[in-house]
């Protein structure tokens, strides 16, 4: 019991890194996020007589996957962290359910579950409409400008930034949902350690 205990202590600290660097995966995704609105508006707005395009590496999705990545790893890293709070608790806490700290808890951890699931999920679609946006605007090049050919791929690529920019959007308020979450099981935690 005491080997759980003193693994389990190691839980709050552990919940405060995976918590500080969600706030990097934020800065990243902030970052896609204004590149993809950019992007968005340049489409609008640039003539097609214009000499400037936008350039290739102006659609961020290498950055959305990188966060998506990253994301994933410290999602294993704070589920760690919660099995061996939830192995403690199961043989120190005679009745978790009774036990108000563990509840609490407890709906910290799930909270952290259900926004990193969603931020996942809205940096894959983002990152892949990046892409495709990306792909849209490569092949409005193969057309004159100006031509029905031209503007049709310009305004599928501009959509599809748009796309990707609210599911970044998405991401970015999952992720804060997340951080504040672990933040919250970082402050439980040794409640449920030290009852």
Request: charged share 20%; glycine share 8%; proline share 5%.
């Amino acid at each position: 019991m005491e080997e759980w205990k003193a693994l389990a202590e190691t839980a709050p600290g552990t919940c405060t890194t995976v918590a500080l660097e969600i706030g990097g995966v934020l800065d990243t995704v902030n970052c896609a996020h204004t590149m993809l609105g950019a992007v968005a508006g340049t489409l609008r707005t640039l003539p097609p007589a214009a000499a400037a395009d936008v350039p290739a590496d102006a659609f961020p999705y290498a950055l959305l996957e990188g966060a998506h990545r990253e994301l994933a790893r410290l999602e294993a890293l704070h589920a760690s962290a919660g099995y061996v709070c939830e192995v403690y608790a199961q043989r120190a806490l005679a009745d978790r359910e009774a036990s108000a700290p563990y509840m609490s808890w407890r709906g910290h951890l799930y909270d952290a579950v259900v926004g990193a699931g969603d931020a996942k999920e809205s940096l894959r679609y983002a990152a892949s409409e990046a892409r495709a946006a990306e792909a849209a605007l490569r092949v409005s090049r193969s057309f004159p400008g100006g031509s029905q050919g031209w503007a049709s791929w310009r305004a599928a690529a501009r959509r599809l930034a748009l796309d990707a920019a609210e599911n970044a959007a998405l991401a970015i308020g999952a992720l804060r949902r997340t951080r504040d979450a672990v933040v919250l099981e970082s402050v439980e935690a040794p409640r449920i350690l030290n009852p």
